[in-house]
T-cell receptor, first 113, second 116 residues
Framework: QKEVEQNSGPLSVPEGAIASLNCTYSDRVSQSFFWYRQYSGKSPELIMS????GDKEDGRFTAQLNKASQYVSLLIRDSQPSDSATYLCAGSNSGGSNYKLTFGKGTLLTVNP | GAVVSQHPSRVICKSGTSVKIECRSLDFQATTMFWYRQFPKQSLMLMAT?????????EQGVEKDKFLINHASLTLSTLTVTSAHPEDSSFYICSAKLAGGPETQYFGPGTRLLVL
């Protein structure tokens, strides 16, 4: 199993719908998790971080972490066309001291007006 | 807060020349910075981890003599692509981790390199 896996998509949702992005990870990546958004031609920007089991909400975004099942997800409520981007899931290497993040390949989300 | 800048944002150079890219943390100290490369429609590829005051740690397959990294201060890391060739053309992005903070990485805006 690759360390961080994402469905590459593309995922297409209508405006106003909930977009659900999922990510699974291996044992080597099990400390902290991050969701980044990357617009075409731009660098990634941090959306949310999550460290413990459960849900974490920030505005329209909710991150969910389930360490027993080794998955992390991102829900985007009331999706807007401006949310159209590639979403990158990343995890930190367990027990590592160099703080490296391992990124998934990203899921392309398109929100249709 | 947590703003990272890169300079230049775009560079075009001739094959065989060297190009230096700067990465600065503007409002925080970063003991650790990271350099990534991203080819079109592909994911981020970590090239190296840069620690202030020590040698960079390169990922497997990345030539340390070709991609020189210097992290001389808590707010500045530089990547020099030596003797650049067309296959080095890519989007180079740095990120920085807050000193003493969690693993969160804040990304710079990236440098687009085109080698002719």
């Amino acid at each position: 199993q690759k360390e961080v896996e994402q469905n590459s998509g593309p995922l297409s949702v209508p405006e106003g719908a909930i977009a659900s992005l999922n990510c699974t990870y291996s044992d080597r990546v099990s400390q902290s998790f991050f969701w980044y958004r990357q617009y075409s031609g731009k660098s990634p920007e941090l959306i949310m971080s999550i460290y413990s089991n459960g849900d974490k909400e920030d505005g329209r975004f909710t991150a969910q972490l389930n360490k027993a099942s080794q998955y992390v997800s991102l829900l985007i409520r009331d999706s807007q066309p401006s949310d159209s981007a590639t979403y990158l899931c990343a995890g930190s290497n367990s027990g590592g001291s160099n703080y490296k993040l391992t990124f998934g390949k990203g899921t392309l989300l398109t929100v249709n007006p | 807060g947590a703003v990272v800048s890169q300079h230049p944002s775009r560079v075009i150079c001739k094959s065989g020349t060297s190009v230096k890219i700067e990465c600065r943390s503007l409002d925080f100290q970063a003991t650790t910075m990271f350099w990534y490369r991203q080819f079109p429609k592909q994911s981020l590829m970590l090239m190296a981890t840069s620690n202030e005051g020590s040698k960079a740690t390169y990922e497997q397959g990345v030539e340390k003599d070709k991609f020189l990294i210097n992290h001389a201060s808590l707010t500045l890391s530089t990547l020099t692509v030596t003797s650049a060739h067309p296959e080095d053309s890519s989007f180079y992005i740095c990120s920085a981790k807050l000193a003493g903070g969690p693993e969160t990485q804040y990304f710079g805006p990236g440098t687009r390199l085109l080698v002719l």
